[in-house]
């Protein structure tokens, strides 16, 4: 054999070495990343993950309120945002799952875990049957609240996946606070803040 037969090999194994150097330092474990990422998530606070569990039957709340109207008066604003709302409920329903916590959602229309959140719910739907502009302010109040809840719950948390998916819920709820004023105004009614103040609500609006 001469010595450019015995330099192939070695040469070959170098190259290997060079372009594949995960496999030159062997088998990584198949669970590794999946461990590393399970330490990344902190565990919450007993107020943080009461505050999720309200904000998951907050958001059905929601959605099942625009799914009644939309069968009372027909209009298309109620069915699409209570599709938004769904998604919302979903959004909230993966951070549950990520941090163990059950679901307190019950899987009837209008029925609820949390009494005060049933209570609001018989409330704005009594009022959202008595005519369309009832029923769009009842929308507005919602958001309202919403907006309210959703601005105390970013300020409580530090945790980074809390805090993003309450941001994105938060430009949901802005959006469908804008739809429910605007609409109002086309029937010429003015809609004011319960819930957050009048200068955060004319930021909103873009006033």
């Not at 995960?22 to 461990?35: I, N, Y």
């Not at 709302?85 to 609820?112: I, T, Y």
Request: hydrophobic share 45%; charged share 20%.
């Amino acid at each position: 054999m001469n010595a450019m037969t015995k330099l192939i090999p070695l040469v070959l194994m170098m190259c290997l070495s060079i372009s594949f150097p995960a496999l030159a330092k062997g088998p990584r474990s198949a669970g590794s990343m999946t461990d590393q990422a399970m330490l990344n998530i902190a565990p919450l606070s007993d107020k943080e993950a009461n505050t999720l569990l309200w904000m998951r039957e907050e958001e059905k709340m929601a959605r099942d309120v625009y799914g009644a109207m939309y069968k009372v008066w027909k209009k298309r604003v109620f069915k699409n945002i209570a599709a938004s709302e769904q998604r919302h409920m979903d959004a909230v329903l993966k951070k549950l799952n990520l941090f163990g916590l059950p679901d307190p959602s019950l899987p009837e229309a209008g029925r609820f875990t949390n009494p005060n959140l049933q209570a609001f719910y018989d409330q704005l739907i009594a009022q959202g049957e008595q005519s369309y502009i009832d029923a769009l302010r009842a929308g507005a109040t919602i958001e309202d609240v919403d907006i309210r809840d959703l601005l105390a719950a970013i300020e409580a948390t530090n945790n980074l996946a809390l805090k993003t998916t309450y941001q994105n819920l938060l430009e949901g709820s802005k959006n469908h606070l804008r739809a429910f004023v605007g609409l109002l105004r086309k029937q010429g009614v003015e809609y004011s803040p319960q819930y957050i103040d009048q200068a955060l609500f004319d930021a909103i609006l873009g006033l």
